[in-house]
């Protein structure tokens, strides 16, 4: 029977006081992170967004570049072309900028045209065609040349 007592069984299950209470929510807050953890986590994160970073940075210089190489190649190959086709040029040197307006705004470009004579009794005109740019301070430079038959 019962008594003013409960069973010895029921005791020994029991906690006395506030203590059970206090005893959970410590054990609730030792689950989460602690400072140490949250720093080597940012430490992390700030590192592998730095790399991405540069490297993104470093694929838009390359693109600016190779896109700039590209353009330039692209007209010299036309420019190039057309002297062919055309009567030959007179030996000259001439040089300027492109306008404003152009689509090659920004380059400056100079034409060599020289007689050489690769063999004897050969006579050919060497046509260099030199186009010259900046990108960010930087001076950047293409160079194309063709012989095409003098008359």
Do not use: H
């Not at 992170?33 to 720093?39: A, D, I, Q, Y």
């Not at 050489?116 to 030199?130: G, S």
């Amino acid at each position: 029977m019962w008594t003013t007592d409960p069973p010895p069984s029921v005791v020994a299950r029991r906690r006395p006081g506030p203590w059970p209470r206090l005893r959970l929510r410590l054990g609730r807050a030792r689950r989460g992170f602690t400072l140490l953890e949250v720093l080597v986590a940012m430490a992390v994160l700030a590192i592998t967004l730095v790399t991405l970073y540069e490297s993104f940075i470093s694929t838009v210089r390359i693109n600016t570049s190779t896109r700039g190489l590209w353009k330039a190649m692209i007209y010299a190959n036309n420019e190039l072309a057309r002297i062919e086709r055309s009567p030959s040029p007179s030996v000259s040197v001439q040089q300027g900028d492109f306008p404003p307006d152009d689509p090659m705004a920004g380059y400056s470009w100079r034409r060599e045209v020289a007689d050489e004579q690769p063999f004897p009794n050969v006579t050919v005109r060497k046509v260099l065609l030199e186009l010259t740019w900046s990108i960010g301070g930087v001076p950047q430079s293409y160079r194309a040349q063709i012989y095409v038959q003098s008359q």
